[in-house]
């Protein structure tokens, strides 16, 4: 965390939400919808500038979306695919980094299956470089969490003191719940709930003060907010789910489970979404969904953050 | 078919050649050949727009062309790689599209090996979208028809009613022939010839009004344009071609076969090609070859398709 | 080498340095200085152009810098992957290229493991084509060895004469030795030493008037600039090198073996590093190393080259 600021509080790097100061968050927040609403950057902003998605960790989505930012802000974008790449000749992370650093590029997206691995970059970086977490492991996916608090208030409006929010599924190792977690305690978010099987729950103390339940339909009741979470189909080889049609029966997202939110309850899910198993169509594709909000939301949040890392003052 | 135009007649999508109107389909030939002609459009005329290419099948031709196209245009370009994306997710190609056009993505280049793919995406794309089709299984490929037509009117004029044409080789499963063949009627040839070994040839009433033939050197007699197709090598694997030798003996083409043609006679293959086999290399590199020229006008062919989908009017 | 100049001397191809004339070898390092030193090219100076890589064999590090190059002029690039694309359908290197020229496409960079792969290219290309060689077999990597010699220069000043320089590791296989080897050589180097283990030394005769030596103690006494090779795994498995272990004992360069080179040595190191094998920390990431600069200089010489073989008179 304390690699993020600078000296003089400046966002250096974004590699977590847990700890970012409530003013940094609603200002990526404000900025990102000011982007939404047509407030774009200056054309090209970033223009000459190189952004470098680094991904040990394949995610299309994330790496596109991440892309598409930076084309609008006018950067070049370099893609390093770790599979076919020097890594496998025995290089280490850090090196790589200090490579493409050498070329010229300042900003790094960075994508890895270890927790920390962002972090540590962020530790050998140059001081002008900015390292953006794109996931690691079960730790964190800031510009997600910020996509999914811009998609809540854009539904919710900004105050979310009286706002109750449930999140569903495998918590335990679901980095998009941590981030989610820290950014709605840190916004005050009114309650927040956790439901999912035991196997899928994290440690009751890392996530203090909500409460933890393995009933959907009893969770789920008057909640104004529900943050599906994608059902790995690894979790079954592990033997931590029996089967997707019992994973479904429990915990899948139907319309009718959703009827017992409180109207106007909202559906969220990071994507890629399993149909069928933590999610029916009919939800997915119905009123209450903001599955492509979210979408959307994710290229103006994460020019947000390229251009505050980014733009020499 | 109907997904193509919209309300007022406008192209919506690019699906297929059959059953595009005839002054679509000329609309686009001349648009592309002002563009060969230095007509280009309006410097960055897509500026701002992005275009993503989704190939669930490799064809690294195919997507470089499209690519240089967008890029002429002044469009940014994703490519979606779908064996490292999260198609192996689980994700449907319908929810791949959605999530990219939420993205802000307008344009959408599609390659697949089953049959109606594009189409089923252009059922479910949002109003604004534009769906390409380059390739899907045996059944089409328009803007490799567009180029071929572009070619041979470059070659023989733009009158085609007494144009020869013989499409020889594996028309069967052939999706560049049948975009051929729909262009071809829909511009009014005089004759075309359809030659290759029973195992590759259609059913008949596919191709009704064209005459079948087995015997290349009878087929080739007097005509104007040869169409050659590329032999896969999985037909051998399959047990539907002997060996390569046999098959060059009975379908390739040699200059000695190439002289029963008619004098000027110009010969096409929509690469890549395997030389030996279907075609001999005094052929595709001899003064009656039309291949780089084809490969040429695939840029402007698709600078044309681009322009015409994606240009806000 | 005839390949490279055309009638009027004017450069067509980087293929070598093998033979490159003096002149045009100072010309370039003297445009990349020009460029760090911020005499930039105009801006968009390659607008409209377009670069594509054409790589056989991977090289992330090496793609990215002739990427950022490219960028940095306003050049479009196209990534032709060889693993994914038509090559597998047996085209010939020749014919992609062809191919890849047809869609107006003027510049090249060829990257194969087989040596004499970007000339045999550069013989077959279209007039205004230009082919760059990064990296063919054991034979060439000329672009590596200007970035060296930028690297040297910038540390010990334009004249080489009085420079003793130590080439250290598998200098058998190595084309980035060969090619500084021929660079060293047309810039009038005072001594340059070569040593290694027996079995990856090159003949005798191919490095004439080089001293060669099996004792990296005794060879790097009193050199100015120490050029170490990474090793490659597969010389193991060849049974060329015993252990690593083995190896970092005779021909790791550490901290006390540089103190046996003049005061003020450079270390050069073309990466990816094998830490704690041909190289330790402490002398990487020490003072005396230009291995960072090195890559910060591959860009600029990179642009150097494209416009020299681009930019249209």
Known sequence: MTLQPDGQGRLRHLLTLDGLPREVLVGLLDRAQAIVDGAGPAPAALDGEAVCTLFFEPSTRTRLSFQRAAQRLG???LNFDASSSSTTKGESAGDTLRTIEAMGVRGFVVR??????????????????AIINAGD???AHPTQGLLDMLSLRQAKGSDFSGLRVLVVGDVRHSRVARSDLHALRTLGAGEIRICG????????????????GHDLDEAIEGVDAVMMLRLQRERMEEGLVGSLDAYHRGY??????????APGAVVLHPGPMNRGVEIDDEVADGPQSLILRQVANGVPVRMAVLETLLLRQ
């Open 75 to 77: 950067a070049d974008v």
């Open 112 to 129: 890895d299956g270890a927790e920390g691995a962002a972090a540590a970059l962020a530790e050998v970086a140059a001081p002008g470089t």
């Open 137 to 139: 492991g079960r730790s």
């Open 197 to 212: 099987p035991e196997a899928l729950l994290p440690a009751p103390e890392e996530m203090q003060g909500c409460p933890f």
């Open 252 to 261: 899948g997202l139907t319309a009718a489970r959703l009827r017992r939110a």
